[in-house]
């Protein structure tokens, strides 16, 4: 399970910094649910998934950082921006030899923070935040003095903050992502795995054309079944990744079926599909077909709201008794019951 969950976090990461290069909105928020509720599954970050976490935490405060209204942390005087600046801090501990592309994204992500504040007219969060943002050393020094007299000026469309937008911010992450792909492109899981589906002669329609089947006398096979289920799906996602991986990030992944791998990401985050296996013997291309909700599912999703706050369906899902749903059939159905109201 441990490794079947690193190697998850792998390929969510993986999916987030695709989504964030082509700036697919709705996908990256998608991928971002499942990443988070991986992240937070952790009891401790292992440290050679150190990197991923601060990458995927970076992205998401990045994607969200011209929002004021916004939290990340405890402290609401904390920007996204400046949550983000915290994790892009923790990577730069992490490798020494992106030096200026690591030196080039800080220096964007401060200055974006004072901008963001002056967009939006808070220009005494603004003074404060370049407090907090510089030292007194004398590097900083020349960035200070600027931004304090751009504050002064209340004119957010100052040349300097023109020079270093939020759009050249973006382009200079999407620069370390590339370089970050690159690096992990390699992954010994994905290798092996990849060994291990030429050499069975696995292909797409392997599962969909197979019911599982549970022999309700022998519940002592029941584990085994999951596990042979979750291992089949697991191999159909990593040769999703791979035709992402060799397409460049580039219309990658959009004619594939997505419909096994996230049944496994609902199997893999403690759901009910593989206990609708066992008591209805469905076939796992069966299993996504539209379904009524039941008076029980939707007192779930309202005490979910009512515990985590509309948004976070992640974690509804995970902590809640639902019947073969994903986070997304969840905000489908609060927004109906929204209305309904």
Request: glycine content about 4%; overall charge positive; some cysteine.
């Amino acid at each position: 399970e441990a490794v079947a969950a690193e190697w998850m976090l792998e390929f969510a990461c993986s999916c987030l910094c695709r989504h964030f290069a082509e700036q697919s909105g709705a996908e990256f928020w998608r991928w971002r649910d499942v990443a988070q509720a991986l992240i937070n599954g952790f009891s401790q970050i292992p440290q050679h998934q150190k990197k991923t976490v601060y990458l995927c935490q970076l992205l998401i405060r990045i994607a969200q950082g011209k929002s004021l209204v916004l939290q990340f942390e405890n402290d609401q005087k904390i920007s996204p921006l400046e949550s983000a600046l915290s994790f892009w801090t923790l990577l730069e501990r992490e490798e020494i030899k992106l030096a200026k592309l690591h030196e080039d994204i800080r220096r964007l992500i401060q200055i974006q923070i004072v901008a963001v504040h002056m967009e939006n007219r808070y220009f005494k969060e603004a003074a404060e935040v370049l407090e907090r943002l510089f030292t007194d050393s004398e590097s900083d020094k020349p960035l200070r003095v600027k931004l304090a007299t751009v504050i002064k000026t209340k004119d957010p469309h100052v040349p300097l903050l023109q020079s270093f937008s939020y759009s050249l911010l973006i382009s200079k992450v999407k620069s370390y992502i590339e370089l970050f792909m690159k690096e992990n492109e390699t992954n010994f899981l994905i290798q092996e795995a990849t060994k291990h589906v030429a050499s069975k002669g696995l292909g797409a329609t392997t599962l969909q054309n197979r019911a599982v089947k549970v022999n309700e006398n022998d519940k002592s096979d029941l584990k085994t079944k999951k596990r042979f289920v979750l291992s089949i799906i697991l191999l159909r996602g990593v040769c999703t990744f791979l035709s992402c991986v060799n397409g460049k990030m580039q219309n990658c992944c959009h004619d594939v079926d997505y419909s096994l791998f996230w049944i496994y990401i609902n199997c893999f985050l403690g759901l009910s599909n593989m206990h609708n296996v066992e008591k209805y013997e469905i076939s796992l291309t069966c299993s996504r077909r539209r379904q009524r909700w039941t008076y029980k599912e939707d007192r779930e999703l309202k005490l979910g709201v009512k515990e985590f706050g509309v948004g976070n369906w992640a974690k509804i899902l995970v902590h809640g008794n639902f019947n073969n749903r994903t986070s997304v059939m969840l905000k489908d159905r609060w927004r109906t019951l929204s209305k309904m109201k």
